[in-house]
């Protein structure tokens, strides 16, 4: 084995999220904030009202699924899937009636949230071009 494998194992031991988005954003704490100020947005701002019908009135219960989802998708540890399993976002949303309204207004959120976190600007593309298209799989109106 090369040095350098053995030191990028050392390193994946002690640092497992180095590299990733996750760990470039700060972790648990920017995604929380991120996420809580999304649900504020949605909850807010009557640009956002049809997909804030598409929830309960509780938004409590989902952010916490929407943290737990991110850090795993991001690059850091999988909350959500060892709690809930595979995400299969098309399915776990498919009785919940959703069109490309609902698609533009939740990315109109995340949107907001981002700009207003301390994630540099070519981060928050990125990521909004991931969630752009993930959020368009699960549209089924």
Not at 23 to 38: C, L, W
Not at 43 to 58: G, M, N, Q, V, Y
Not at 89 to 113: G, L, N, T
Request: aromatic share 10%; glycine share 6%; hydrophobic share 40%.
């Amino acid at each position: 084995m090369k040095m350098k494998e053995i030191y990028n194992k050392i390193l994946r031991f002690f640092f497992p999220y180095a590299g990733t988005v996750y760990s470039r954003i700060g972790g648990k704490k920017t995604i929380d904030a991120v996420v809580d100020r999304f649900y504020e947005v949605m909850s807010t701002d009557p640009l956002a009202r049809e997909c804030l019908d598409t929830h309960k009135k509780d938004l409590g219960e989902v952010s916490i699924k929407l943290k737990e989802y991110l850090y795993g998708w991001l690059g850091g540890p999988q909350v959500f899937v060892q709690k809930y399993g595979h995400p299969r976002m098309r399915m776990r949303h498919i009785m919940i009636p959703i069109s490309e309204v609902e698609h533009r207004q939740w990315i109109y959120c995340m949107e907001k949230a981002l700009s207003e976190s301390e994630i540099d600007k070519n981060t928050q593309e990125e990521m909004l071009t991931a969630m752009n298209h993930l959020a368009g799989i699960i549209v089924n109106k």
